[in-house]
């Protein structure tokens, strides 16, 4: 009698090894995962095992399963996706069963009914039931959540049904959604404290510290940014258009601190001063530049969000003065046509 093997997603745990009557109403219970038997030369999802419906061949004791392919039991879920729009972007996901993604609270722009939403403490890397992820585990990634600057709570989106199903995840500001895969970048990423938007089940959010104390200061970022570590899908959010340059050994570029998103672990960042005391003064470019110094890629974004809040910020009317300004050709005699009472 064959003997078969279930399971459902990453870290899940493997049901087996289960006769040819009891693999069939496993499968009719739960038909979103992978099943393996001896004959399959890998793991294959249950609902394309036409065995799993009608009867079965006797094909005698099986041997221990093959490892489970990358989207069932590798570090992170391969999730499929599309990016929508230009200047105001969001990222449509696709699971399989039995996939998820994290993202940030507060990102969904929407799901699909046979999407499972669960929110977990920490980073959700292990929401899945992953063993070792104890209390003190979560405590200390939600701890490096904390001191980044994020919510102590990780929103985790599992496809529960059967076959693909569709999330999407928009980012709070005007800009670019960039996708990247971690292990095309050595497995780490270092990124500004609030680029994360969503990424695979499987990624791992953690801090790095700035050891330069004139970079924490005046860096623009902090003494703490992100960095991603794994091999999945990360999607990164940036203000305005996003910029990429690779940095040869020794290269190095002069970058307003506002507007560095991401570089690779392998590029330096520091600060200079801008120039002298006039350049510091009245050049509008603040007193300190970053310089990023190669080798490696970094990405820039043409809007820092900080920007932007002080331009609405110095636009906004001050002490409670509503009246028009440079919207009026008139002035103040505009303001009284106007009905403005205010004087």
Known sequence: MAQWYFSYGKNSDRIGPLD????????????????????FAEWIPIRDA????????????????????????????????????????????????????????????????AIQMDTVFGDGSSSS?????????????????????????????THTGSGKAKVAFAAPYPGTVMAMKLSDHGGRLICQKDSFLAGARGVRLGIFFQRKILTGLF???????????????????????MVERELAPGERLDVDTGCVVAFHDTVSMDVRPVGGIKSMLFGGEGVFLATLSGPGKVWLQSLPFSRLAGRMLAAAPQGGDQRRGEGSILGGLGDLIGGDRNF
């Open 20 to 39: 040819d009557a009891a693999a069939r109403a496993q499968a009719q219970r739960q038909p979103g995962g992978y099943c393996w038997r001896e004959g």
């Open 50 to 113: 036409s065995e799993l419906s009608a009867a079965g061949t006797n094909l005698g004791a099986t041997l221990a399963p093959p490892p489970m392919p990358t989207g069932a039991g590798g570090s992170a879920d391969e999730i499929d996706y599309r990016i929508v729009g230009h200047d105001m972007q969001f990222v449509e996901i696709e699971l399989d069963p039995g996939e998820s993604a994290v993202a940030e609270a507060g990102a969904l722009m929407y799901k699909e009914s």
């Open 129 to 157: 039931g992953q063993s070792g992820s104890g209390l003190m585990d979560k405590l200390l990634s939600a701890g490096k959540r904390v001191i980044t600057g994020e919510s102590l709570f990780t929103t985790v989106f």
């Open 219 to 241: 860096g623009g970022e902090g003494f703490i940014m992100q960095k991603l570590e794994g091999d999945g899908w990360v999607f990164v959010h940036a203000g305005g258009t």
